[in-house]
T-cell receptor, first 112, second 114 residues
Framework: RKEVEQDPGPFNVPEGATVAFNCTYS??????FFWYRQDCRKEPKLLMS???SGNEDGRFTAQLNRASQYISLLIRDSKLSDSATYLC?????????????FGAGTRLAVHP | NAGVTQTPKFRVLKTGQSMTLLCAQD?????MYWYRQDPGMGLRLIHY???????AKGEVPDGYNVSRLKKQNFLLGLESAAPSQTSVYFC?????????????FGPGTRLTVT
């Protein structure tokens, strides 16, 4: 079983749509959770951290369910510029070097 | 600030050739990492360093060596390239601060081994 699993997509949605991505992780000792965004042929960049109580950043909402080992990302009012691959990322203890495990990513394509 | 830079951006090697990928960061980060990214797979950690003069193996270290002689630089070497090492290589760096796990990535090096 992969340590971090994501639906690869692609998700093809029209502008203005709401889209949700899910991610599951296998290690119950995981402590920190993130969503990174990766544009085509570019490097990954941090989109947002995911907190236990859930958190929102503009049109983006992240949720964490520790009991089910499940993370989600909701994008409201999708823009063309949201087209990218979204990587679910989990920090694994004991780390000692900020060890991050990356999912393979979910591809989003927003069309006019 | 340039952030994290990588040299070269593209390279084609023949099987058995060697090369070194250079990563440089100007953010004074303690931690540095080398990943490879292949289609359908997440980024996989090759080697990492928690400080100048120290390196350690990651998830997929075979066929690679690294060195961190200066805090700002992290070199990845391929001694005898194989087609299985065709990939996109990303370097990243991060702070040492507890709880600050964001990694900053370079633009990547696309390597093809024929």
């Amino acid at each position: 079983r992969k340590e971090v699993e994501q639906d690869p997509g692609p998700f093809n949605v029209p502008e203005g749509a709401t889209v949700a991505f899910n991610c599951t992780y296998s290690n119950s000792a995981s402590q920190s959770f993130f969503w990174y965004r990766q544009d085509c042929r570019k490097e990954p960049k941090l989109l947002m951290s995911v907190y236990s109580s859930g958190n929102e950043d503009g049109r983006f909402t992240a949720q964490l369910n520790r009991a089910s080992q499940y993370i989600s990302l909701l994008i409201r009012d999708s823009k063309l510029s949201d087209s990218a691959t979204y990587l679910c990322v989990v920090n694994l203890p004991p780390g000692g070097y900020n060890k991050l495990i990356f999912g393979a990513g979910t591809r989003l394509a927003v069309h006019p | 600030n340039a952030g994290v830079t990588q040299t070269p951006k593209f390279r084609v090697l023949k099987t058995g050739q060697s090369m070194t990928l250079l990563c440089a960061q100007d953010m004074n980060h303690e931690y540095m990492y080398w990943y490879r990214q292949d289609p359908g797979m997440g980024l996989r950690l090759i080697h990492y360093s928690v400080g100048e003069g120290t390196t350690a193996k990651g998830e997929v270290p075979d066929g690679y060596n690294v060195s961190r002689l200066k805090k700002q630089n992290f070199l990845l070497g391929l001694e005898s390239a194989a087609p299985s090492q065709t990939s996109v290589y990303f370097c990243a760096s991060s702070r040492i601060t507890s709880g600050s796990y964001e990694q900053y990535f370079g633009p990547g090096t696309r390597l093809t081994v024929t």
